[in-house]
């Protein structure tokens, strides 16, 4: 089991910038896929960026490239979204995902994740 605790949201303006934190508990996440995804009112879990150095991915959706960078520390067992140049369209509730078996052809989807957090809301005013 992995236990996963996000934090870091919150509110700014267009242009501002936010650092979300995942903290992993439970087991060490350097063998784990890591993703960040995006849920808005109204519509299913997006994915935002993923991590898996073991499968030789790191990705981050269109768009958000170039404006938000994921990273990890195994050490720490933490995983982070750097969040720039936030725009309105930005806002969400966000959550990480973790899972030690994904496949590549599912890595990009909610359903190849089975460890989630409980969310941590970013909200971008214009």
């Known amino acids: 089991q992995v236990q996963l605790v996000e934090s870091g949201g919150g509110s700014v303006q267009a242009g501002g910038s936010l650092r979300l934190s995942c903290l992993a508990s439970?087991?060490?996440?350097?063998?784990?896929?890591m993703a960040w995804f995006r849920r808005v009112p109204g519509k299913e879990r997006a994915i935002v960026a993923v991590?898996?150095?073991?499968?030789?991915?790191?990705w981050v959706a269109d768009s958000v490239k170039g404006r938000f960078t994921n990273s990890r520390d195994n050490a720490k067992s933490t995983v982070y979204l750097q969040m720039n140049s936030l725009r309105p369209e930005d806002t969400g509730v966000y959550y990480c995902?973790?899972?030690?078996?994904?496949?590549?052809?599912?890595?990009?989807?909610?359903?190849?994740?089975?460890?989630w957090g409980q969310g941590t809301q970013v909200t971008v005013s214009s």
């Open positions: 995902a973790a899972d030690s078996t994904v496949i590549l052809s599912s890595m990009y989807e909610a359903r190849g994740y089975d460890y």
């Open positions: 439970g087991r060490t996440i350097s063998s784990y896929a």
């Open positions: 991590d898996s150095r073991r499968r030789g991915v790191t």
